[in-house]
């Protein structure tokens, strides 16, 4: 289990959303080294698309350009999924949801799908809002 810290933030007249990201891991079985994954990310509205699009650049030289995928009724659940991955082999497929708990509260799940085949939960996180 490792720490995780986020943080959102409006830029540039409000147009993006700017997410920074810091995932800290320590030794584990599989992996006897601590881990430290960054990311930074932008949210925008494609208005020819007529959809959200996350756009994340990681640390390990991954660029990941999501769509919306799906919205849930309530607004709870977002899902973006990507329409494409850089700095990867051919045919490898990203998907995060964001599942709003409570208004200072929620959890993602990133999953990864090789090349013809499902997906498959690399991770999951709950965020809380620092007090």
Avoid: C
Wanted: charged share 30%.
């Amino acid at each position: 289990m490792g720490k995780a810290e986020r943080e959102y933030t409006f830029t540039l007249n409000d147009r993006f959303i700017h997410v920074v990201n810091k995932s800290i891991y320590p030794p584990q079985e599989k992996n006897k080294q601590d881990e430290t994954h960054e990311d930074v990310g932008y949210i925008s509205y494609d208005k020819a698309a007529k959809k959200f699009v996350l756009r994340q650049f990681h640390i390990e030289g991954f660029v990941n350009h999501y769509f919306i995928d799906s919205i849930s009724e309530d607004g709870r659940t977002l899902v973006f999924v990507t329409a494409a991955i850089e700095n990867i082999a051919p045919g490898w497929r990203g998907r995060e949801t964001y599942r709003i708990v409570s208004d200072d509260e929620f959890i993602e799940t990133f999953t990864l799908a090789e090349p013809g085949k499902d997906f498959v939960t690399y991770s999951e996180t709950r965020f809380r809002r620092k007090p």
